[in-house]
């Protein structure tokens, strides 16, 4: 996502592995010659952990059916090459 978190508000109830895309290509550098399929991401968090972290202001919101509230992935294949 972009840095800083942009939105207002973000769902306190919504569970991903968001990370920033200067962070994601950090990553997806390190393992470009690599074959298979890697999920790329951040530590499993709310997405209003995430974006409190770098926007002090932004409010906590509760999804109520507009995302899933499990989004997050395995990352323990990428986690070898890190």
Not at 37 to 43: A, E, L, S, V, W
Not at 64 to 79: F, H, R, Y
Request: no cysteine; charged share 30%; glycine share 4%.
């Amino acid at each position: 996502t972009e840095k800083p978190f942009v939105h207002k508000s973000a769902f306190s109830n919504v569970k991903t592995n968001f990370i920033y895309h200067e962070d994601f290509i950090k990553i997806f550098l390190k393992i470009l010659n690599k074959k298979g399929i890697f999920n790329i991401g951040g530590k499993s968090q709310s997405v209003y952990e995430f974006a409190k972290v770098e926007n002090k202001h932004v409010k906590r919101k509760i999804s109520k059916g507009e995302l899933p509230l499990k989004m997050d992935m395995s990352l323990k294949k990428i986690s070898k090459y890190l």
